[in-house]
């Protein structure tokens, strides 16, 4: 199984930046679309951003301008870049991939998560 280690997240203020990082390991036949999710102190967990192994992205409308995924498929990573951080978007991040097991059966793995704090 994929097993998925997030990092880079801690504190910041408003107008900061913060990379998150999530680097697999493991095993499967693929690792398919990948993702970042948020979520709030009592909020419901939520897509950030989305991006496929041929790099298509898609993002939330309230980071679209500001957050940018991106992939490296030779280290098999992902990675967030956080600009002009709100209040708001204070969150545990996570993320996602969607894989393919050995058996050719879906699994959703998801990592940990890393805390994102932003305040002054």
């Known amino acids: 199984q994929v097993h998925l280690k997030e990092s880079g997240g801690g504190l910041v203020q408003p107008g900061g930046s913060l990379r998150l990082s999530c680097a697999p390991s493991?095993?499967?036949?693929?690792?398919?679309?990948m993702g970042w999710y948020r979520q709030a102190l009592g909020k419901e967990r939520e897509l950030v951003a989305s991006i496929t192994t041929g790099g298509t992205t898609n993002y939330a409308e309230s980071v679209k301008g500001r957050f940018t995924i991106s992939r490296n498929n030779v280290k098999i990573a992902i990675y967030l870049q956080m600009n002009n951080l709100k209040p708001e978007d204070t969150a545990v991040y996570y993320c996602?991939?969607?894989?393919?097991?050995?058996?050719?059966?879906?699994?959703?793995?998801w990592g940990q998560g890393t805390l994102v704090t932003v305040s002054s």
């Open positions: 493991g095993i499967a036949y693929s690792i398919n679309d």
């Open positions: 996602n991939a969607a894989t393919t097991t050995m058996t050719r059966e879906y699994l959703e793995v």
